[in-house]
């Protein structure tokens, strides 16, 4: 596979369940993102990995909780959500530290039902 | 802090018309200015970049440029076609690293 894959593609979850969310991009990137995607809304940045460190967090509930085991896969577990929290959650990568710093590149989504 | 303003959509056009999407921006410092493109079901993909000023980025015949004095970066294209229906997003990335503000993305819809 090329580019960046996201596993499930569809998740639907009770608020009182634990799910994880699952990115690898095959891109041999070194940075790797979380963004929540809601209707009408900017997107929004959630976490930022850099060479495996978690180097941004924007105020994300702790019910999110990333995880980068290393820089080709990336981890958002789900636990407790609301039902705001229903939304397309988007990885992507980039590769820091070249003229491209600020190419980012996307996979497809999960789209996120919480009932 | 940095924003990006886009025209609100949707915006429906008739095969082979010219479209235009409007995008200014607010932010400190020289950003770059970014397109991304999303179709039903994808993620968004980078459609064209422009790194400076008056610089034009280009890319499936979609077009713009980065108009400092305007502060604008509006996407273009000469004949829209079916395919190119999709949601637009425009976004800015300056000051720190990794970070990219995005639009509220314009859904562009094209009736044959």
């Known amino acids: 596979e090329t580019g960046v894959t996201q596993t499930p593609r569809h998740l639907v979850m009770g608020m009182t369940n634990k799910k994880s969310l699952k990115c690898e991009q095959h891109?041999?990137?070194?940075?790797m993102y979380w963004y929540k995607q809601s209707a009408k809304k900017p997107l929004e940045l959630m976490f930022v990995?850099?060479?495996?460190?978690?180097?941004e967090n924007n105020s994300v509930p702790s019910r999110f909780s990333p995880e980068c085991p290393n820089s080709s896969h990336l981890f958002l577990h789900l636990h407790t959500l609301q039902p705001e929290d229903s939304a397309l959650y988007l990885c992507a990568s980039s590769q820091e530290g070249t003229s491209a710093s600020y190419e980012q590149y996307f996979g497809p989504g999960t789209r996120l039902t919480v009932t | 802090g940095d924003s990006v303003t886009q025209m609100e959509g949707p915006v429906t056009l008739s095969e082979e018309a010219f479209l235009t999407i409007n995008c200014t921006y607010t932010?400190?410092?020289?950003?770059?200015l970014f397109w991304y493109v999303q179709y039903p079901g994808e993620g968004l993909q980078l459609l064209l970049k422009?790194?400076?000023?008056?610089d034009k980025g280009s890319n499936k015949g979609f077009e713009a440029t980065y108009r400092k004095e305007t502060t604008s970066f509006h996407l273009e294209k000469g004949s829209v076609q079916v395919s190119d229906s999709a949601v637009y997003f425009c976004?800015?990335?300056?000051?720190?690293?990794?970070?990219?503000?995005f639009g509220t993305g314009t859904k562009l819809q094209v009736i044959p």
């Open positions: 891109l041999g990137h070194n940075a």
């Open positions: 932010a400190t410092g020289y950003p770059s």
């Open positions: 990995y850099n060479f495996k460190e978690q180097t």
């Open positions: 976004a800015l990335s300056s000051g720190g690293y990794q970070k990219v503000t």
């Open positions: 422009a790194t400076k000023a008056d």
